[in-house]
């Protein structure tokens, strides 16, 4: 049959909620029920249960409606990846409509449910995600309000330029005290990247992963101020950072640098991985410019 987003949603959701209520073969799926618990009508749910049906997750019971079948673990796994690769993209959109400008500083559940057709169960997820990241807050009462970010390459650029001054500081900071549990943690990371991981994870995580390993060394300055400037701005860029992403070969270059620099960090050369830092944060700085110059050529 024929499938929308929001019917796309609501199966990923019902998996869900089989995982999550451990439901077993045979257990009835009560279509009023669930339309209650995602908010939206009777009609669409049905819809999202004969997708089921024809994946053989589901059944037509006896007395009609749907019970649980037998269930395929690999069938489970592949709506439950497409939902997530949908929740990906719906919430890079987001990102993407609020450094454009395209989003007003306030906005209610309402406007986001219709502008971005999702189920509110969904849009519930994806607000979680983005207030744990700190680029939005819930407003007393009703709706929520996006939280300053970088929205100009001008602003992001200055960005690189503070680093460029306060991450090689911090590596010389007298009270530098080196944590080697967090920086190898960090290198496991970067080489599970260079070894085809780079080419498999997400834009978020990625961000995530290699501004991990940056606070992770500016932790070991020991220097509050330093620390809570390195982790404001990459609150920052998060966004515009999604914007100016590299493609995965030249994304995996940066990934070997980090493993140069912070075998440098473990081997306690720190005048050396402090001038790293300095030429890895300028080459970058160059590089992201140019992603952004080449993406606006192509739009």
């Known amino acids: 049959m024929q499938t929308t987003p929001l019917i796309n949603q ?17 257990e009835r799926l009560a279509e009023r029920r669930l339309a209650e618990m995602f908010r939206v009508s009777r009609s669409p749910v049905r819809n999202a249960l004969k997708v089921l049906e024809a994946s053989g997750i589901v059944r037509q019971g ?41 989003l007003p500083e306030r906005i209610t559940e309402n406007e986001l449910l219709r502008r971005y057709k999702l189920t509110r169960g969904r849009l519930t997820h994806i607000l979680r995600r983005m207030t744990n990241e700190g680029w939005i807050e819930r407003l007393p009462g009703n709706g929520w309000a996006f939280l300053p970010v970088l929205t100009s390459l001008q602003a992001y650029e200055d960005s690189y330029r503070f680093r460029l001054l306060i991450e090689p500081a911090a590596i010389m900071e007298p009270s530098f005290m080196l944590n080697r549990p967090a920086l190898e943690r960090c290198r ?45 701005i990459d609150r920052l860029r998060r966004l515009i950072d999604y914007r100016q992403m590299l493609d995965r070969d030249s ?10 620099l912070l075998d440098l960090l473990l081997a306690d050369r720190r005048h050396a991985a402090a001038e790293f830092m300095k030429k890895h944060l300028d080459e970058l700085s160059t590089l992201k410019t140019r992603a952004r110059a080449k993406s606006h050529r192509v739009a």
Do not use: P
């Open 10 to 26: 609501l199966v990923a959701q019902i998996v869900e909620h089989i995982h999550a209520e451990r439901l077993s073969e045979g």
């Open 62 to 102: 006896d007395r009609g409606g749907f019970i649980i079948a037998k269930t395929d673990g690999e069938k489970i796994q592949a709506l439950e990846s497409a939902s997530s690769y949908e929740d990906e993209q719906i919430y890079l959109d987001i990102a993407d409509d609020r450094v454009s400008g395209r």
């Open 188 to 232: 496991e990371q970067q080489k599970w990247l260079i070894d085809g991981g780079i080419y498999a994870v997400s834009d978020a995580r990625l961000f995530e992963l290699n501004s991990g390993l940056h606070e992770a060394i500016i932790e070991c300055s020991r220097n509050s101020f330093f620390i809570d400037a390195l982790k404001r």
């Open 251 to 260: 994304a995996r270059r940066r990934c070997m640098e980090h493993i140069e």
